[in-house]
């Protein structure tokens, strides 16, 4: 589980010209924000967004909607970062009580996080290089883009979300 704040601004990719090129870019400080779980066995991933805040409520709201979703007798863990909206009392206390187990990552290890590389995909797919003239057609695209990762693009996620991440265990260092 992660956030990822979406700001309706200029996400560059690269052009090369010739010539002096003006491309069209958004100034406003708009901002989708996204809270999602990704499931790390079927890729499936829960969603709740705004574009006001991410914080415990929102948090809560996302352990509710995994929660329904429970198949009986499956355990639930959520791996999470250490931010401060998850790492505070009223999300311990509500997850103990519907029964999902908290998993916080170590300080400064989002490579460990598997919807962070989900996020990185969203922005190359539908943010860089794009131009979305106001904020609800950028909101749309970004909507779309997730939805569509379970169906039409899962193929190109395949690699990408494995669980598969570098060990250094046994690692002989130089001097």
């Known amino acids: 589980m992660d956030a990822a ?3 309706h601004q200029a996400f560059l990719g690269y ?24 499931n790390a066995i079927t890729k499936d991933i829960v969603t709740v967004e ?4 991410i914080n415990s409520e929102s948090v809560c709201h996302l352990l509710c ?3 329904q979703r429970r198949c009986p007798g499956v355990k639930i ?30 300080s400064y290890s989002p490579n460990l996080n598997l919807i962070e590389r989900l996020w ?21 695209a970004i909507t779309e883009c997730i939805k569509n990762q379970t169906t039409e693009v899962l ?4 690699t990408l979300l494995t669980c598969r991440f570098q060990s250094f265990i046994n690692v002989k260092l130089l001097n």
């Open 5 to 7: 704040h979406f700001v």
């Open 15 to 38: 052009v090369w010209s010739r010539e002096p090129l003006f491309i069209a870019s958004p100034s406003g400080r708009d901002r989708h924000n996204v809270l999602g779980a990704l």
């Open 50 to 53: 705004n574009d006001k805040y």
């Open 65 to 67: 909607k995994l929660s």
């Open 77 to 106: 863990t959520v791996v999470l970062d250490n931010a401060r909206y998850q790492r505070c009392a009223v999300v311990e206390e509500y997850a103990g009580e519907i029964g999902i187990e908290l998993l916080f990552l170590p």
């Open 120 to 140: 990185r995909f969203v922005k190359a797919t539908c943010l860089y290089s794009k131009y979305y003239e106001n904020f609800r057609d950028f909101k749309q």
């Open 155 to 158: 193929h190109e996620l395949e």
